[in-house]
């Protein structure tokens, strides 16, 4: 089963993954050396013991407990265990397309094969998981291939967060929370910067600088951009009259809503029905990636 989707950080990347197998071994000492072309990527993590790799090129790995590598698809490896404590791991094979670029994401690459995992027990609950789901059921390769996804997906969160620093990470969670609260409410006419902050924990004087610093907007310019959204995503999937959509966007009062969406949208809300305008109405958000609808 193959199953494409489209990473926002990769953009126009189509990525197609296809789960060949899942599998553990614990390796006997006296396992000889695997050599061999492979076939397609493997990802494995080592649950204990010791072994040895080498690449095509000659490059030498030593692995051991909490390492995690890949191996490339059309690459050669010669890889074995070591013969006073053998490895044993955990491993899922997988082929398709954009897997390179994707893999980059997650901090492997063809000359850096090797992690070494802090949160390791996470990683392998996970592949533990998709061992599990790998059954032989009709569903077996979508279970097996949203475990390799969140699998992937942590190890980006880490990619990310090493080349973040620690105070934008902290302020994006705490906005993250604030900005579900105001998507959730954003018909309530109590929603002010100071029931906002209150409700959160905060001044007001903090608010607007944690919206500033995050998004480069105060509170209410985002309160204002997010309800004329919601408008413009109304008005293009189905024919409301402008003190529907006025209401359904969080106004009550049509006409402050009508100078609001010309003050953004650089046209009446009559107008921009007229034409027809067919466009994504959040996309100034996804584009700062802190959309939470």
Not at 66 to 75: A, C, G, P, T, V
Not at 119 to 134: A, G, H, I, K
Not at 163 to 180: E, F, M, S, Y
Request: net charge neutral; hydrophobic share 40%.
């Amino acid at each position: 089963m193959e199953i494409a989707l489209h990473i926002d950080l990769l953009e126009n990347m189509n990525l197609k993954l296809n789960i060949e197998k899942v599998g553990q071994e614990f390796c006997n000492p006296q396992k000889k050396a695997t050599n061999c072309l492979r076939p397609c990527y493997a990802l494995h993590f080592v649950l204990f013991g010791k072994g040895t790799l080498i690449d095509g090129n000659g490059k030498r790995y030593e692995l051991g407990k909490n390492d995690s590598f890949l191996l490339y698809k059309d690459e050669k490896y010669s890889y074995f265990p070591d013969n006073q404590d053998p490895w044993s791991y955990i491993w899922v094979e997988f082929g398709g397309t954009g897997i390179d670029e994707f893999m980059s994401l997650c901090g492997f690459d063809r000359d850096n094969i090797k992690k070494h995992i802090v949160d390791f027990n996470d990683y392998v609950m996970l592949m533990r998981n998709m061992y599990d789901s790998y059954d032989a059921s009709e569903v077996q390769s979508l279970r097996c291939t949203a475990y390799l996804m969140l699998i992937c997906g942590k190890f980006i969160d880490h990619e990310l967060a090493a080349k973040t620093p620690q105070r934008d990470i902290r302020n994006k969670k705490q906005l993250r929370n604030i900005l579900v609260y105001i998507n959730n409410n954003h018909m309530s006419p109590s929603l002010t910067t100071e029931a906002i902050a209150q409700l959160h924990g905060m001044s007001v004087r903090s608010l607007n600088r944690l919206f500033l610093e995050v998004l480069d907007m105060t509170p209410i310019e985002y309160l204002n951009a997010y309800r004329i959204s919601v408008a413009c995503e109304g008005i293009q999937l189905w024919n409301p009259s402008m003190t529907e959509v006025a209401k359904w966007a969080g106004f009550e009062d049509e006409a402050y809503f009508s100078r609001v969406f010309k003050n953004i949208k650089g046209m009446s809300p009559q107008e921009y029905k007229k034409k027809g305008i067919d466009e994504d109405p959040f996309v100034w958000i996804k584009a700062k990636g802190m959309l939470f609808r």
